[in-house]
T-cell receptor
């Protein structure tokens, strides 16, 4: 079945450490997104990419980085510059037209040790 | 700029009662609108979408929503709540003419269903 796979499901970060969250899709979607979810704040857009080798900052990009070397993959790195990384991270993909829904992975929960 | 307001961060209903979750949007162009559901520790699942074809949109699990342009609303309803409907619900708007596919989400409404 086609879908989006996020890994790992749970991740722990030490102070000063960078960690990378994986997101893979086999839906052949052009666009991919990373959101951060905190209780009571809904989803906030971190980065998005509409085509391979191109990506744009979202509303809360500081302390995060991404790459889009392959259509299927859009990894997110949470750097040590992100001072409050504890959150639930969701990856999504979309066919690339404004009227299509986004499809979501099951998320990665990141915590600080 | 597009925005979404969900009225009520928590809604509680009894099993079998009507579910009404409110969503108002702001958009300078005709919007695309979506409702998503999220169960604990999972991603978001699409319930239904409005893309200007019909103002009353039917979705999965017995949910439906009505687009009312005059009220800039897209409220989600279900005639009879089931225990399995307990989850968090998000309304989202997409700018049709701008950056393709970027969604603006509301802050979510947590639905509790009492037996």
């Amino acid at each position: 079945d086609g879908g989006i796979t996020q890994s790992p499901k749970y991740l722990f970060r030490k102070e000063g450490q960078n960690v990378t969250l994986s997101c893979e899709q086999n839906l052949n979607h052009d666009a991919m997104y990373w959101y951060r979810q905190d209780p009571g704040q809904g989803l906030r857009l971190i980065y998005y990419s509409q085509i391979v080798n191109d990506f744009q900052k979202g509303d809360i990009a500081e302390g995060y980085s991404v790459s889009r070397e392959k259509k299927e993959s859009f990894p997110l790195t949470v750097t040590s510059a992100q001072k409050n990384p504890t959150a639930f991270y969701l990856c999504a993909s979309e066919a690339g037209q404004g009227n299509q829904p986004q499809h979501f992975g099951d998320g990665t929960r990141l915590s600080i040790l | 700029a597009q925005s979404v307001t969900q009225l009520g961060s928590h809604v509680s209903v009894s099993e079998g009662a009507l579910v009404l979750l409110r969503c108002n949007y702001s958009s300078s162009v005709p919007p695309y609108l979506f409702w998503y559901v999220q169960y604990p520790n999972q991603g978001l699942q699409l319930l239904l979408k409005y893309t200007s074809a019909a103002t009353l949109v039917k979705g999965i699990n017995g949910f439906e929503a009505e687009f009312k342009k005059s009220e800039t609303s897209f409220h989600l309803t279900k005639p009879s709540a089931h225990m399995s409907d307990a989850a968090e619900y998000f309304c989202a708007v997409s700018d049709r003419w701008g950056s393709q596919g970027n969604l603006i989400f509301g802050k979510g409404t947590k639905l509790s269903v009492k037996p």
